[in-house]
C-alpha cells in the first residue's frame, strides 16, 4: 500500500518560476525522503528530513516537514527545463520488523517548459 | 564510488520462462533493498537484506519470487514462471543503517522487465 500522496498529480511551469509540490502520508515516521524520477529511468535521491527537523534546503531545493499535519513540500525555485521530470516522496518507517522500508506516493509530474 | 549498479537494465522474456536481476550496492552499505515499480505508479517495496540475512518479504513476493545476498556483497532477485503481470521496473536500492537510525537510500538504475 501507499502512503505518501503527493498533491497536484501533475503540474506544468515556465522555466524560470518556482514550483512546489506537496505530500501527505498517515503513519508517524523517521524521516522522509524527495526523489526525482526521469521518465523510465532509476531514483535520484534529492534530499532527507528527518522528523525532528522542520526545514531543509540543498541547492535550488526547500523541504518542510510538518509532523503535526503528516506534511511536507518541495519547492523548486528557478526551474529549469531539466528539472523535467517525476517527483516522489518516500516516508521511511519501521514495520515493525526493523526494516525501515521506504513507502512512495505515486508521484507529481512536473514539466518545466522553456 | 560507483553507485548501485543493476544488471541486465532491460529484460524481455516470453511468459513462463524464469529470469534473473542482479544487483551490486554501494560497497559499504549493510542494507540492500528490492522494490518493483509499475507505470504511474510510485515503487513498492519486496523485501531486504541486512548484510547476508533476508529479513522481511512484502505480500508481493509470491512463492515464484526469490531473493538472495550471498556473503552480503551483491543480490539476485529471481522470478520463475514469469507471468505478464510481472511487468514492471525492479529497481534496487542500499543504504547504511547503523544502530537502529536510518539514513539516506541510494537507487540502481533499476532493470525493466517485460514478459510477452
Known amino acids: 500500500s501507499q502512503q505518501g500522496e503527493e498533491d497536484p498529480q501533475a503540474l506544468s511551469i515556465q522555466e524560470g518560476e518556482n514550483a512546489t509540490m506537496n505530500c501527505s502520508y498517515k503513519t508517524s515516521i523517521n524521516n522522509l525522503q524527495w526523489y526525482r524520477q526521469n521518465s523510465g529511468r532509476g531514483l535520484v535521491h534529492l534530499i532527507l528530513i528527518r522528523s525532528n527537523e522542520r526545514e531543509k534546503h540543498s541547492g535550488r531545493l526547500r523541504v518542510t516537514l510538518d509532523t503535526s499535519k503528516k506534511s511536507s513540500s518541495l519547492l523548486i525555485t528557478a526551474s529549469r527545463a531539466a528539472d523535467t521530470a517525476s517527483y516522489f516522496c518516500a516516508t521511511d518507517a519501521d514495520s515493525g520488523a526493523g526494516s525501515y522500508q521506504l513507502t512512495f506516493g505515486k508521484g507529481t509530474k512536473l514539466s518545466v517548459i522553456p | 564510488d560507483t553507485g548501485v549498479s543493476q544488471n541486465p537494465r532491460h529484460k524481455i522474456t516470453k511468459r513462463g520462462q524464469n529470469v534473473t536481476f542482479r544487483c551490486d550496492p554501494i560497497s559499504e552499505h549493510n542494507r540492500l533493498y528490492w522494490y518493483r515499480q509499475t507505470l504511474g505508479q510510485g515503487p513498492e517495496f519486496l523485501t531486504y537484506f541486512q548484510n547476508e540475512a533476508q529479513l522481511e518479504k512484502s505480500r508481493l ?56
Open chain 2, 61 to 116: 513476493l509470491s512463492d515464484r519470487f526469490s531473493a538472495e545476498r550471498p556473503k552480503g556483497s551483491f543480490s539476485t532477485l529471481e522470478i520463475q514462471r514469469t507471468e505478464q503481470g510481472d511487468s514492471a521496473m525492479y529497481l534496487c536500492a542500499s543504504s547504511l543503517v547503523l544502530a537502529g537510525t536510518t539514513d539516506t537510500q541510494y537507487f540502481g538504475p533499476g532493470t525493466r522487465l517485460t514478459v510477452l
